[in-house]
């Protein structure tokens, strides 16, 4: 039971991976993921459903659209292939419970958050704001994640506790925007930072989301000097003219917090 169980949550991640690659592709440009329907980016020919399932058509296809051989990218059969990857953990963390359905719906969105920001440096209003309402309302859904089950009113407890991550999140961004700009004189962090520390912080609250931002911090600023080390041509943009996309290394820090965040807070404190 248990493996059919799995290769069903694999098959419905694979199908939602192949809608997050359509969202990945249009909304940072504003374009509707509803119509048209799926087409080569190249010659425009609409792509035939038997060319549109997940993993499998990549392949066949030899990665190249059928009608003008043009290469497909490999974002493509990465996304359809993590997505249920990350789909099969959160079974193995919760079990099929509600607490699953609200993990697998917080992976989709860091996932496509991710890519999104690591392609075109955005973080679509369209992932980031429901991602918060719908950070709130899983909350109050599942209490026992946020307040004790003793509360007089365990729900609204919990979505109170959300909100106030999700605004404590984004205050600190926002903080560390103003102060840089007041510093430098130019922008160095982008409201959507904002906007999705806020989406992690209304769904992992204010301990793993802190840990979530140390760990993005780390990450970010390990792999900032190592461009800045490998900067030898000169002419090169030096390092503090580059941009990294933020939101990519927040994401991904949140998945990790998502899964091992309280493990991983737990001993930290048991250093002490």
């Not at 030899?62 to 959160?90: N, Q, S």
């Not at 989709?108 to 955005?122: H, K, S």
């Not at 950070?135 to 506790?161: E, Q, R, Y």
């Not at 430098?184 to 992992?204: C, H």
Request: proline letters at 6%.
């Amino acid at each position: 039971m248990t493996i059919l169980m799995l290769v069903f949550v694999a098959m419905f991640g694979a199908a939602f991976g192949s809608f997050l690659n359509v969202c990945i592709s249009r909304l940072p440009e504003h374009r509707s993921v509803v119509s048209p329907r799926s087409h080569c980016p190249r010659c425009g020919n609409p792509i035939r459903g038997v060319d549109n399932i997940p993993l499998i058509s990549w392949i066949l296809l030899g990665a190249r659209c059928r009608a003008c051989k043009a290469p497909i990218a490999r974002r493509y059969p990465f996304v359809e292939l993590t997505l249920p990857i990350l789909w099969i953990v959160c079974f193995e963390f919760f079990g099929m419970t509600l607490s699953f359905a609200g993990a697998a719906l917080l992976c989709f969105l860091l996932l496509g958050l991710a890519v999104m920001d690591a392609e075109t440096m955005r973080l679509p209003d369209a992932f980031t704001l429901p991602g918060i309402g719908l950070g709130v309302v899983f909350a109050a859904l599942v209490p026992a994640n946020w307040t004790s089950t003793l509360s007089p009113h365990p729900a609204l407890g919990a979505a109170a506790h959300s909100i106030a991550a999700a605004l404590l999140a984004a205050a600190v961004v926002l903080l560390i925007r103003w102060s840089y700009r007041w510093l430098r004189g130019r922008e160095g962090l982008g409201l959507g930072d904002a906007k999705l520390l806020a989406m992690i912080g209304a769904w992992l609250g204010v301990q793993r989301t802190a840990l979530t931002f140390f760990l993005a911090v780390v990450a970010g600023a390990t792999i900032g000097i190592a461009v800045l080390l490998g900067q030898r041509r000169p002419g090169e943009m030096t390092l503090m003219q580059k941009r990294l996309p933020l939101g990519t290394f927040l994401s991904i820090a949140a998945l990790y917090s998502l899964f091992l965040g309280w493990s991983t807070i737990h001993w930290y404190l048991g250093l002490f």
